[in-house]
């Protein structure tokens, strides 16, 4: 791998620990200066590594320019002052200065005392969650405004304000007390769960998928369920979820880096220790009375990793769809209930239910019903999947929607040019 490649992946698994840690050491009234000195380090790394070379432990040159700049900062902004003796700050030594610690057991404790510092009860629920995507998981401002369905302008304002509102009130990297654990939880599992959506299916990064956010999520939340703070059913259920979803990853991507749709999956490629730990994760996730949306989110994912078809297999996961709308509904999760509806009643009370929905503007809807009508009237079904295509936004999409307009007619090609 060489330079242009490694250091965007240590970016993404690099920046938000340097962050962490000196956000511990400094105090998250300083959470710019964390930001800055880790983003000064990475472009130390760009200046620096393709005229000298890639270091031999690349990781470690990164912690310790980011500890020397943290020094340096430390020095010129005298943090310290009233513990320190000005002679000592002038005169500054290593030995005088407070320790920044990038072991691997703070970066852990950092990390995830960092998670629930930003999932601060004062703060809106949508600025917890924007804040922990942008600091502590990388995402750029374009992905959090994707996520939120938002411009990019909103996003910049409501990471100012939560920021500022951070600073303004000095709150300390540590675990929450107990009875405020439960509170933040949600908002940190809300987020792991966004970065992992965002990995597995990305309509801002045109790939089919970014593997590493999926499994930086699935690192924080196995930090969670390792910790005696946060080892709850919840967060388990949210691990089986991941697990089962990454146990597809090798069967998800053809040859040529094109999307492989789940019935053209090869079931020899689907990683099985992974489907085995999710099962694990489901069974630790089943103590206590509460049933969270990721338990039957799981639950559904652990179906589809049983690739044989039966009614039985489609019946339990309507059955846990019409749960889920219950407790949260959603556009996908209404869209997902209606083609597993379909395997058990067929496609024309599918179509009836589809219908019911009226997601005119969401090109899922459209793409649900060209494969429903599919058969039954190829006309209408050439239709959706031209509506579906005009609204699509990553050409994993435009090539699947391709595909199945290919498929109605023999020689069929849509009259739309998605070329780059």
């Not at 500022?164 to 949600?186: S, V």
């Not at 039957?296 to 749960?323: F, G, P, Q």
């Not at 509506?387 to 929607?401: H, K």
């Amino acid at each position: 791998m060489d330079h242009q490649e490694l250091i965007p992946h240590l970016f993404r698994t690099e920046f938000r620990k340097i962050t962490a840690v000196l956000c511990n050491a400094f105090g998250m009234d300083h959470i710019e200066a964390a930001e800055d000195i880790a983003a000064d380090t990475f472009l130390a790394a760009l200046q620096t590594w393709p005229y000298r070379g890639i270091p031999d432990h690349p990781s470690a040159w990164l912690y310790a320019t980011a500890k020397n700049k943290a020094f340096n900062y430390i020095q010129r902004n005298k943090l310290y002052s009233t513990k320190i003796l000005p002679a000592q700050i002038r005169n500054a030594d290593h030995r005088f200065l407070p320790d920044i610690d990038l072991s691997d057991q703070n970066i852990r404790d950092s990390q995830l005392q960092m998670l629930f510092a930003l999932c601060k009860p004062s703060l809106p629920v949508e600025a917890q969650i924007a804040l922990s995507l942008r600091i502590l998981c990388g995402l750029g401002i374009d992905e959090i405004a994707r996520a939120f369905l938002t411009s990019k302008e909103t996003i910049h304002k409501r990471l100012y304000r939560a920021k500022e509102k951070l600073c303004a009130e000095k709150e300390a990297l540590r675990f929450p007390p107990e009875h405020e654990i439960n509170e933040r939880l949600g908002s940190v599992l809300a987020t792991l769960y966004l970065l992992f959506s965002e990995g597995y299916y990305s309509e801002i990064h045109d790939s089919v998928m970014r593997e590493e956010l999926c499994l930086e999520a699935m690192r924080l939340v196995s930090l969670l369920t390792e910790d005696r703070h946060t080892d709850r059913p919840a967060v388990h259920a949210l691990l089986a979820l991941m697990c089962f979803h990454a146990s597809r990853f090798k069967a998800r991507k053809g040859a040529s880096g094109e999307m492989v749709l789940y019935e053209d999956q090869d079931e020899t490629l689907w990683d099985q220790a992974l489907i085995s730990r999710g099962v694990e994760c489901l069974h630790k996730a089943s103590r206590g009375e509460v049933v969270s949306k990721y338990h039957l989110e799981a639950a559904i994912a652990y179906w589809h990793t049983v690739k044989k078809e039966s009614r039985e297999k489609w019946e339990h996961i309507l059955n846990l769809y019409d749960r889920l709308l219950q407790l949260e509904a959603s556009p996908i999760a209404a869209l997902n209930r209606v083609f597993a509806l379909s395997k058990i009643k067929g496609k024309e009370a599918a179509i009836k239910e589809a219908e019911k929905l009226k997601l005119l503007e969401n090109p899922y809807y459209h793409t649900l019903l060209g494969k429903l009508y599919t058969g039954l009237d190829d006309g209408i079904a050439e239709k959706h999947f031209l509506e579906a295509l005009s609204r699509v936004r990553t050409r994993a999409d435009q090539n699947i929607l391709q595909r199945h307009l290919s498929g109605l007619k023999p020689g069929f090609r849509p009259g739309l040019d998605f070329s780059p």
